[in-house]
């Protein structure tokens, strides 16, 4: 292959969805199976692009072309093809044509199915754009085109039929509904990832500012910018308003809360923004920027603020998402709620990359992870959405009994199930390993301490709801709902047709690949990585090969038993009642009811946010606008009229008053002087000659 072509094939990953986009509504004239098919091959060609950069991964290299773009401030667009971003678009490009796949079965019968493709394909190019951009600027464009789709996504549903509502309709939490809309969804992910975005963007002009260029490859080159950041106290800031975009698009702590509602939209809409695309922009982002900062710093310490903040996010994010998952009723929630837990692993191996003297073994156990959670948690997503197409119902009370009925379903649900818990030899136990082990060459003792402990504790709550979730799905008798719906409609429930199938059971045969393959391609992310890491961003990268951590299998291996050996015992098994144990151990209720509640956090949001703006507003009307405007529109009217009175009576008695008397005046002097023009000649001549004589007296007395 040419270098030409190399050089054009990051451009088209990307270009040829957005155009493809773009014609949608022309080729959906043409006929409407046209359409679909159209829509699934553009995805497919986009991902065989991908596919044929995988030997430039394979050998390190890195491949960077650049255009004009803005050339008044010597901005140019390019696009930066090397291991991370080639890597990531392949993940990306794959489990989105699956998904693809997924939705022509998922979205049958559907209306508005242009607009749906529409926006999926776009959201598509968007993300591709993300990851080969080669400057901030230009990613910034497709960081927005993701957002906008999702929102269009989220809310498309958007009649908002109640049975299409997320949460359960009635429940309050601090007298806040728990419910909410699709297009209530779509604007609440909108709106706080947008948070998330005004940080990224204060973040990246700032650094321009400072540097002169949004490109990675000058930050990467130049480091001039780092010491005057560091010189004005902004070093830490602008790192921090830059990780605010990626705290916002992956749902992290604290503008978690719109994920879990975003479950609102179309499962296929769930597997592709909340488990292979859209939450991973903010991963991507701190892989992409975190070495930019380690090597643009001499002292390594002035950055480690940074990395440990992202770590303690993450660690946060991972434990406080796990425990609502614990708990949750609706499938397509507990399964969005662990994407928030796991993406918070992601950061924390990621911010734990630079708190070590290691970077590379964090920064492979995040990426490896990011790949392992993609797949699997795309196959479950894919999976609720077929079991909810054949029971009717999203609660998992609702469920129950289905591994004979729907055997496929229930195989690949539970190796995916099996290895987000971490079950040893499936990708989740290598890579939640290797982020565990990364911990512990963190040197901080209290750090490492407490993040490993956070993490452990929130490994095994992982294990624990993700065996919640087969046993309440598969295993016990049929529910009365199941039962009331084979009775009504005369059917039994029954395996989803092939076309919905068939994505998540290769998704789920890939799980167990990667999971036997688990070592090597540990290593070869740490071959290709560390090769990319050193020779393009400069840094400096030790060796990493792969041995068993004790400590951190140990660790994993507890985790599972203690979480899934208890999973197993209540909702497997059958042995230990839930719903008893709740009810017989001391606050352990109040705690589920606190959880349950989403720490009421979300309910905090809408009271200080959502009702604290209308209590202003309602508080500004009331004394500003009723109580200061109106009685000014009131008064000054009255003061205008007062005025234009006096300004009349001023006008009649002093300037028109005036005007007559002066007038009297000269009228009076002019009868006056009118009375001695009598038109006698001799009297003319009489007073003519007395006024000489007074004259002459005057010059000569």
Known sequence: ??????????????????????????????????????????????????????????????????????????????????????????????????????????????????????????????????????????????????????????????????????????????????????????SKAFLMTRVGDASFLIGILTLFYFSGTFDFMELSKSHTWAVELAKSGLLIPVALFIFGGAIGKSAQFPLQEWLPDAMAGPTSVSALIHAATMVKAGVFLIARIGPIFVTAVENISLIMPFFEFVAWIGAITAFLAASQAMVSNELKKVLAYSTVSQIGFMMLAFGVAGLTSNFIVGYVAGFFHLTSHAIFKASLFMGAGAIIHQTHTKYLNEMGGLRKQMRLTFIAMTIGAASLAGIPLLSGFWSKDAILASILGVESSFTLIALYGLASITAI??????????????????????????????????????LMYAPYVILAILTLALGFTGPIYEGFLANSLGHHLEYAVGMEIHEHVFSINLIAVSTSILAVLVGCGSGYLFYINGKLNPIETVKNIPGLLTLQKFFVNRWYINSLYYIVFINGSLKLSQLIHKHVEVGILDKLNTVVPKFSIILSTLGGKFDKYIVDGTATRIANFNILISRNVRKIQTGITEQYVFFFALGIILLTLLLFG
């Open 1 to 186: 292959m040419s270098t030409e072509i190399n050089y054009l094939i990051p451009w088209l990953v990307f270009a040829i969805p957005i155009l493809g986009a773009l014609l949608m509504p022309i080729v959906a004239r043409i006929g409407e199976k046209i359409r679909d098919y159209y829509a699934i091959f553009i995805t497919l060609i986009s991902a065989i692009l991908c596919a044929s950069m995988l030997p430039i991964a394979l050998a390190g290299e890195t491949f960077h072309h650049q255009v004009m773009w803005i050339s008044a401030l010597d901005i140019t667009a390019g696009v930066l093809a090397d291991p991370l971003s080639i890597l990531m678009s392949n993940i990306v490009g794959w489990l989105s044509f699956s998904i693809m796949v997924y939705s022509m079965g998922y979205m049958k019968g559907e209306n508005n199915m242009t607009r749906y493709w529409f926006l999926m394909v776009f959201f598509i190019g968007s993300m591709q754009l993300i990851i080969f951009s080669d400057n901030f600027l230009q990613l910034f464009f497709g960081w927005e085109g993701v957002g906008l789709c999702s929102y269009g996504l989220i809310s498309f549903w958007n009649k908002d039929h109640k049975k299409d509502y997320v949460g359960t309709v009635g429940k309050k939490a601090w007298g806040i509904p728990l419910a909410y809309s699709p297009t209530h969804a779509g």
């Open 461 to 498: 709550m992982t294990a624990f709801y993700s065996f919640r979730m087969i046993g309440m799905i598969f295993f016990g008798k049929k529910s009365r709902h199941l039962s009331k719906l084979e009775k009504s409609s005369g059917k039994h429930i029954h395996e989803a047709p092939v």
